[in-house]
């Protein structure tokens, strides 16, 4: 009895000391918690707020990109000011396939999400789930852990229990509580961390909920313990990619690797990490916007790029092999991978290739909440 009660008290304290110290910010962080120390503070941090170890080209190298983002900008404005003429319009297609501009993007994931509608439904569940995360969520150990890694070569996240890694914590700790039946997994993590550089605290914690709830993006099939999701995806590629790509497949086949076990169990890990972050904001566009449907054709770019090398690749190492042939396939220039993937998803969807089969998961929306624009 005296020893349970002991290692009750051990956890309440851990639990006490993790939470006092993203309190106190940046004064409870260590120097060696610093992320990577920039070169100069201005040459060494690129477009996106990433830290470089090596200077980077003058801005003027840039300018033409920069460029393109001032004349997209209008237009963006244009369809966000007549949102309900243009949300299901082939113009906002093809605009976010082009690239939503940085200093807008926080705007459109607002609305292709609703986050302002479910929160103004909601005007106190997020503070209440927070205070609940911190009292009792039984996942604040990994939590912080966590935390601590994620996108620290970020200059938002560079600094130990700096301002967004406490947002981020918060958040955490408050969807922990609001989903019990996810409750917490680590790619969540950086989901959050990547709604958190273009959204405020509270908007980036419903932007996560929507994305777990919306039967359109249905990626809590992949965090859930049934993931329904996965197992969906990966019996219809089996049907899909040998279609698509019938002599890779057989390759794989007789090499004996599955290929819906080693693609799509990479496919979240790969939109986190393993590519730039220019490009994994731009699939995360046309993820929110197109939904659960273009995960097939992001894996099926994969192979249709490797086959070469695929066809190459023998028993002797072949995880390892594939797993970084599948991250090579990333290294194209960003406008040439987000041209596959559109044309890859109109192909899969003419052939009727897109979906899963029907029966997947049902998402489960606490009762205490309302969600609206679920489509």
């Known amino acids: 009895m005296v020893i349970v009660e002991d290692a009750d008290s051990l956890q309440a304290q851990e639990r006490e000391n993790i939470i006092m110290n993203y309190e ?55 369809m966000l000011g007549q949102w309900e003429t243009y949300k299901n319009s082939k113009k906002l297609i093809d605009q976010v396939y082009k690239g939503i501009p940085m200093n807008i993007r926080g705007q459109v994931w607002s609305v292709l999400l ?58 955490l700790l408050a969807y922990s509580e609001y989903n019990p039946e996810v409750g917490y997994c680590r790619d969540l993590s950086h989901i959050a961390a990547l709604f958190l550089l273009y959204l405020p605290e509270e908007d980036a914690f419903w932007a ?13 099939g992949f965090h859930s313990p049934n993931g329904g999701t996965v197992q969906g995806l990966q019996d219809h590629q089996e049907h899909v990619v040998p279609t698509s790509q019938p002599k890779t497949m057989w390759h ?14 990479w496919l979240l890990q790969m939109l986190n990490d393993g590519i730039s972050l220019g490009l994994i904001l731009r699939l995360w566009d046309v993820y929110l916007l197109e939904g659960e449907h273009v995960l097939m054709p992001m894996t099926s770019i994969a192979f ?34 987000l041209k596959h993937l559109r044309a890859s998803t109109k192909k899969l969807t003419r052939k009727q290739g897109d979906l899963p089969p029907p029966g997947g998961l049902q998402c489960h929306v606490p009762s205490h909440v309302t969600l609206w624009g679920s489509q």
């Open 114 to 171: 609703n986050i302002q509608e479910v929160k103004s439904k909601n005007p106190r569940t997020y503070k209440v789930m927070k205070e609940k995360g911190k009292r009792s969520s039984e996942h604040i150990h990994q939590i912080d852990l966590d935390v601590s890694g994620t996108l620290r070569t970020h200059i938002f996240f560079r600094d130990r229990y700096g301002a967004k890694q406490r947002e981020l914590f918060y958040i």
């Open 208 to 220: 996560l909920v929507q994305l777990l709830a919306r039967e359109r993006h249905s990626l809590q």
């Open 252 to 265: 794989l086949d007789k090499e004996g690797l599955c290929a819906q076990g080693s693609s799509l169990g």
């Open 304 to 337: 249709k790029v490797q086959r070469k090398r695929l066809m190459k690749t023998s028993r002797s190492g072949l995880w390892a092999r594939f797993r970084n042939q599948f991250f090579h396939t990333w290294e194209l220039d960003d406008d040439s991978v």
């Open 24 to 78: 106190k910010g940046h004064r409870a962080g260590l120097p060696e918690d610093s992320g990577p120390e920039p070169v100069g503070i201005y040459s060494s941090i690129d477009h996106f707020g990433i830290l470089h170890e090596t200077e980077l080209p003058p801005a003027t190298a840039r300018e033409a990109k920069v460029r393109r983002e001032i004349t997209r900008k209008s237009k963006w404005m244009e």
